[in-house]
């Protein structure tokens, strides 16, 4: 009887999944379909069977296939509504609906009013390999407080200034590299500025020392490795059976690292020695937490007496928190300090502005700057035309973004007074999207760092809720203030001594003089398709990847500029 009744039992099993397969399918766009018809705004052609699927698919079809995909997908068709600046996408199965938003009044409600949550998406599953545990990126509710907390005063404006000199050390280094490669090599300039922002927010955070634009270290090494590893999208890596493993080993080497240096960090302070001061040094950011959690909780060794012993759940989630920094600070800093050098190469006259401005508060000649800096760290907040071209580069190519939970009885609502109940419903701020709104922004896609100094009355003065690089409200970058700085510091002692041109073109033909056979006749015969290879028009497009990387590492020539002092 087994004969007939294994390939029944095998047809019920098939018949009923797909009965509910279909079943939440039907459910999940009928659910669409309703928000539809309650007036939901949505880019036009949904389909029962594919949602919106297909729609995004044509959209992106316009852009490289490695371009941020989702994100200038998403921006064309923000961009595209053209009565309000929300809508909603249904791209289930791949996501939950998503509500794109690109409204400065929505997002302020999103961030400021009701905070919605951190979505499962950036939850510590999809992090862990990378983070370690649970980390502040992805943390809700009174856990998060506790813990941003805690780092918030290290990140405060004013400990920043003391990491300045630091700072400008570093960037010196990077301006040696730069003048090795001046005059002589074509080179990918993500190369220098990825080792330059990693050795800060080590030095800035955990008080080391990477000396990682001379010499490679463990813990970068280890983390590169862990992120080469980890994909969501291609299944030859998350399949591969020795991820884990691979995974798990470097993690293992990334905690013993950091764990050693937090024990060298709590012993300076165990024993009063506020050497750190004395030796001339900034507290690091984690000093200054593990001050604020012995404040807290008593003592920071807890269980362990006095024998020197840091408290395992601080270190614990303490090095978390670092490598979150790590990971959130490294790519995306050093692909906007990329684009500083990409916007000025096309706008000469903001080139030649700054530079006066380098002038005027640190003389002509050029090589004293580092020392006044490292000085006088508040001669920064004096480059304010400096910070403008920051900011506008940021607006040009924001490389982050925010994505939250629906709550149950949250509504938002647009500017003609549309609401949006969010019950299972993801929001997202789309910053491309937002920054180039011609509704929100005069003459949107110029480079006019001018719009961040003028007064309020003026026409370019732009509304503070439409600015958004490191999102608003309690949940916003705690970055902010090392990126401006390291940044400044960047334009200060490197726009009066180089020139950064693109070199695409040479770098395309390179690449094509090592294109295999096959390929280039392909090409020839057109059998090879020819994508496009430009967003907008830029070819110096942000990928998808995390922080956005210009395209190829933007290969580049550099020049060393020879003014008379
Ligand atoms: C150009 C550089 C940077 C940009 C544009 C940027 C942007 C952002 C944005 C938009 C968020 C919100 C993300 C979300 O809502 O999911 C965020 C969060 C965060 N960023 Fe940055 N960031 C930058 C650099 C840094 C650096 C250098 C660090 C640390 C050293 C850092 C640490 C963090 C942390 C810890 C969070 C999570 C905050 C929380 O959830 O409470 N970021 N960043
Ligand atoms: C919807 O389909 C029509 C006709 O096929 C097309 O002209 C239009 O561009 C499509 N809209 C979107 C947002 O794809
Ligand atoms: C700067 O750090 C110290 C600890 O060294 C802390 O007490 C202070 O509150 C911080 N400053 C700010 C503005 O948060
Ligand atoms: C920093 O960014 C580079 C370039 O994307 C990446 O290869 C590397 O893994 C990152 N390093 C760390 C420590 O996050
Ligand atoms: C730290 O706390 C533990 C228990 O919580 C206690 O036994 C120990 O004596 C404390 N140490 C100091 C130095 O206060
Ligand atoms: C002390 O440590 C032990 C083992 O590490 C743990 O089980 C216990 O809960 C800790 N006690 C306190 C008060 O933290
Ligand atoms: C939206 O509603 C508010 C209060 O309900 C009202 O003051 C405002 O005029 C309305 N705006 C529009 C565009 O209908």
Not at 53 to 71: E, I
Request: proline content about 6%; hydrophobic content about 40%; glycine content about 6%.
């Amino acid at each position: 009887m087994a004969w007939i009744t294994l390939p029944f039992a095998i047809g019920v099993t098939l018949i009923s999944s797909l009965a509910w397969l279909i079943y939440v399918s039907y459910r999940q766009r009928a659910k669409i379909h309703q928000l539809r018809r309650q007036g939901f705004r949505m880019p036009q052609n949904w389909s029962w069977i594919f949602g919106h699927l297909l729609v995004l698919q044509k959209a992106r079809s316009k852009f490289p296939s490695d371009a941020a995909a989702w994100t200038t997908a998403l921006r064309e068709l923000a961009l595209g509504a053209t009565d309000t600046e929300v809508l909603l996408v249904d791209l289930w199965p791949v996501s939950p609906p998503l509500l794109i938003v690109a409204d400065p009044e929505v997002a302020v409600q999103i961030t400021n009013k009701y905070n919605l949550p951190k979505t499962r998406h950036n939850s510590e599953d999809s992090m862990k390999p990378i983070v370690g545990g649970p980390s502040i990126i992805s943390m809700n509710g009174e856990e998060w407080k506790l813990w941003r907390g805690l780092f918030n005063p290290g990140f405060s404006a004013a400990n920043m200034t003391t990491y300045v000199p630091y700072i400008v050390d570093c960037v010196q280094v990077f301006c040696e590299k730069l003048e090795e490669r001046a005059g002589k090599v074509l080179f990918q300039l993500e190369d220098l500025t990825t080792r330059l922002t990693t050795e800060v927010i080590a030095k800035v955070t955990l008080d080391v020392d990477l000396n990682y634009q001379h010499q490679d270290h463990v813990l970068p090494h280890a983390f590169n490795t862990i992120i080469n590893w980890h994909s969501m999208w291609n299944p030859m890596i998350w399949a591969n059976p020795l991820r884990p493993l691979v995974q798990k080993y470097y993690g293992r080497i990334i905690k013993r690292f950091i764990r050693k240096e937090l024990q060298a960090r709590f012993l300076e302070l165990q024993t009063g020695q506020t050497s750190i001061a004395k030796r001339g040094r900034a507290k690091s950011i984690i000093a200054i937490a593990l001050e604020g959690y012995i404040a807290e909780q008593g003592n920071a060794s807890g269980n362990s007496t006095s024998t020197g012993e840091l408290n395992e759940h601080f270190t614990g989630y303490a090095s978390n928190q670092i490598r979150l920094f790590l990971f959130a600070g490294n790519d995306t800093t050093s692909s906007s300090i990329i684009y500083l050098y990409h916007l000025l190469s096309q706008n000469p006259l903001v080139l030649e502005k700054l530079r006066v401005e380098h002038d005027a508060i640190f003389g002509p000649n050029v090589v004293e700057a580092t020392d006044m800096l490292k000085e006088k760290p508040a001669l920064l907040n004096q480059c304010h035309y400096t910070l403008a071209v920051v900011k506008e580069t940021l607006r040009h190519y924001a490389p982050a973004g925010t994505l939250r939970s629906g709550v149950s009885n949250v509504v938002l609502t647009d500017r003609h007074n549309n609401s949006y109940p969010m019950d299972g419903i993801c929001a997202t701020i789309i910053h491309a999207a937002m920054h180039m709104n011609p509704y929100f922004w005069v003459r949107p896609t110029e480079f006019l760092p001018e719009r961040f100094v003028v007064d309020p009355e003026h026409e370019l003065y732009p509304n503070p809720a439409a600015y958004r690089p490191f999102e608003q409200g309690p949940r916003n970058c705690p970055g902010i203030t090392l990126v401006y700085n390291e940044m400044r510091i960047a334009l200060v002692l490197t726009a009066r001594r180089f020139i950064v041109q693109p070199a695409y073109e040479e770098w395309d033909e390179l690449q094509a003089m090592n294109m295999g056979f096959l390929k280039t006749l392909g090409k020839r015969l057109g059998v090879v398709a020819t994508e496009p290879n430009t967003v907008y028009g830029d070819r110096a497009y942000q990928t998808d990847t995390a922080g956005t990387h210009p395209k190829d590492g933007y290969p580049c020539r550099v020049e060393l500029l020879n003014r008379s002092l």
